[in-house]
C-alpha cells in the first residue's frame, strides 16, 4: 500500500523534470548564432578570391558596361560598410526583430539609385547605391508533415528601418 503513494509523487516529478527540460530547450538552451569557428558554420558559401575575382569580371563584361553606355557616364558598382556599422546594424535588426516577434532573421540587398535631382537628402544624384533590409521567416506548418512544402521566401521586415550611405566606388 505504502508502494502505491510514492507513484503518484514520482508520476508528478517526472512530468516536472520534462517541462523544466523542455523549456531548457526552448529558452536556455539555444546556443549563440556566432559558431565557435565562424569560418566552418559558412564554409559552404566561402568562394576564393580568383572565384570572387571572375565572378566580378563576368559582372563588367555583362552588365556594367550596359549600365554606363545607358547612363553615359560609369556608375558605382562596389559599395563598402565598415565592419562596426554592419556591426551595429545587425545588432539593431536583432534588438528591433525582437519587440516585433520576428524569427528567422536574414539581410537582403537592394540595388538601388539615388534620384538625379539634386537632393542635400542623398550623396551621389544619380549613382547606383544598395540598401540593405532586414527579412524574417515565418513558421508555417506546411513545412512538415509527410509531403514538406517549400519554405517561402523570406519577408522584408516592414517596421525596422534599412542601412544605406555606403561608401560607393566603380
Known sequence: ???????????????????????YMLFWGKSSSIATDPEKAINDQLISI?????????????????????LGYDDDRNFWFSMN?????????????????????GLRIYNAAYPKRADKTWPKPGYATVVIVPTFEEEHPERSGFVPMPPPPPTDAANIKRLNYAHGGN
Open 85 to 105: 556599422t554592419l556591426e551595429n546594424y545587425i545588432a539593431y535588426v536583432k534588438k528591433e526583430s525582437e519587440k516585433n516577434g520576428y524569427t528567422n532573421l
Open 1 to 23: 500500500m505504502n508502494e502505491k503513494r510514492n507513484r503518484p509523487w514520482v508520476f508528478w516529478v517526472s512530468i516536472a523534470l520534462n517541462v523544466i527540460l523542455l523549456l
Open 50 to 70: 580568383s572565384q570572387s575575382d571572375s565572378l566580378s569580371s563576368e559582372y563588367v563584361k555583362t552588365r556594367y558596361s550596359l549600365i554606363n553606355e545607358s
